[in-house]
């Protein structure tokens, strides 16, 4: 029996074509398993999946699994402050780009015509979407947030954390800066709060 490598989606199966649902990650999901077999005397097989459609569930899962990432980084020894920097921005990126995700699934349509509301009510979600902003535009126009990862700092003594940084930003003329490990909690548990308020999730 020839089975895929279970890297954390629940995928996993033999070399008979079959179609399942994907267990953890993408619920709403469906993805094709196949296999092909050629040659004489000597057998090849070529195992594959292939993605059906792209629902918002499948960016959901990046940015659970990103933020799982950003945690273990800040932990991680050897510390690597360019790890912890990109780790963060990739969450922050991923995060944002959910709400497009979710706003632009058919099947959710008619649950997310207040989200741009909802999400405008988050602070944290609100500092999220700047940074994505900022990162993507390699900063900003006057009036509009500027929010950066200036500093990374080291925590030897730390046992549960080997590095901490902030995002930092000047608003109403006054500097402001959030931890970004309590940033990023926050974002993941505003967007479970919605998803499952919505039915989206359980």
């Known amino acids: 029996m020839t089975q895929l ?11 008979r074509a079959e179609e399942f649902s994907v267990d ?4 709403s999901n469906h ?10 005397g000597t057998l090849s097989a070529e195992l594959y999946v292939e993605y059906v459609d792209r629902r918002w569930s499948e960016m959901w899962f ?3 699994r990103a933020h799982k ?8 020894v050897p510390a690597n402050h360019l790890d912890l920097r990109a780790d963060a921005m990739t ?21 997310v015509k207040d989200l741009r509301t909802e999400i405008a009510k988050s602070p944290a979600l609100r500092i999220c979407l700047e940074a994505a902003n900022t990162s993507k535009h390699a900063g900003r126009d006057d009036g509009k947030l500027d929010v950066q990862i200036r500093k990374v700092s080291f925590r030897p003594n730390d046992r549960t954390r080997t590095m901490e940084t902030k995002v930092e930003y000047i608003e109403n ?9 309590d ?3 926050k974002c993941l548990a505003w967007w479970k709060n919605y998803l499952k308020d919505n039915g989206l999730a359980e």
């Open 173 to 181: 003329g006054v500097p402001q800066s959030w931890d970004v490990l």
């Open 183 to 185: 940033l990023a909690d």
């Open 31 to 40: 993805v094709q398993l196949f296999s092909n077999f050629s040659g004489s």
């Open 5 to 15: 490598a279970n890297d954390g989606t629940g995928l996993t199966g033999d070399t």
């Open 62 to 64: 990046y940015v659970q």
């Open 91 to 111: 969450f922050f990126i991923l995060c944002s780009h959910l709400y497009d995700w979710v706003k632009a699934d058919l099947a959710v349509e008619d649950l």
């Open 69 to 76: 990432i950003l945690c273990a980084t800040a932990s991680t």
């Open 24 to 27: 953890d990650a993408e619920p």
